[in-house]
């Protein structure tokens, strides 16, 4: 059934209107987004093939220009308009974390951390730099790729933490895997940190590791005693 035959209830944009922008769902909210649909399948219909192409959002919001144009229905407007939506809701949720009174606990940046590399199919490791009172600075990824102690360079690391002036750093990494069980590389890693940190005054304070919606703290875990 196309959008304009049915009720004006029903419709995506007069439900907004109506009730509101959170009272749509995941599909209506896509449908939105992708305005119109195809002359053989309805926009809501073309929304329901984009959310059965990935097993969550966080997928798709890591999804490649190229993988959403192979959906039929989307060409490069529309995979670019998904690709912004979804890059401004990272953006967002970074500003209210920043805003935060200070960073108290993994649990809250991990959130973030999980929207923001969870779902990415290559390893990035980024740094929050933080100021003395646990306040986010900035965030910077520095290495993408397989991490091993070879290609994850602390020099580089603190290089950055003293352009930008902090005080303390919090290092998280992502498992494409899904599974953020920590491995022998991450402690190895974090040991190099916690090291060269101690050396340059500039404490790592915990290492995050998310896959999917899961995190693993490295500090609560208790892997990063006192060298």
Sequence with gaps: MKVKEMQLHQR????ALMHGIEAL????????????GTRSQSVLELADEVLNRYSSLGSLGQASLTELMEIDGIKQAKAIELQAAFALGKRIAFDVLKES????????LSE?????????????????????????????????????????????IFKEAMRIGCAKIICAHNHPSGNPQVSDADIT???????????????????????GNRYVSLREEGYMREI
């Design 12 to 15: 995506p944009r007069e439900k």
């Design 25 to 36: 769902s995941n599909r209506e909210l896509i449908a939105l987004l992708l305005r119109n």
């Design 101 to 108: 009174e200070a960073i108290s606990s993994p649990q809250k």
């Design 112 to 156: 973030w951390l999980m929207q923001q590399i969870g779902f990415q199919q290559q390893e990035h490791f980024l740094v929050v730099f933080l100021n003395q009172r646990n306040q986010i600075l900035a965030y910077k990824t520095l290495f993408v790729g397989t991490l091993t102690s070879a290609n994850v360079h602390p020099r580089e």
């Design 189 to 211: 890693i974090t040991q190099q940190i916690m090291e060269c940190g101690q050396l340059v005054s500039i404490p790592l304070l915990d290492h995050i590791v998310v896959g």
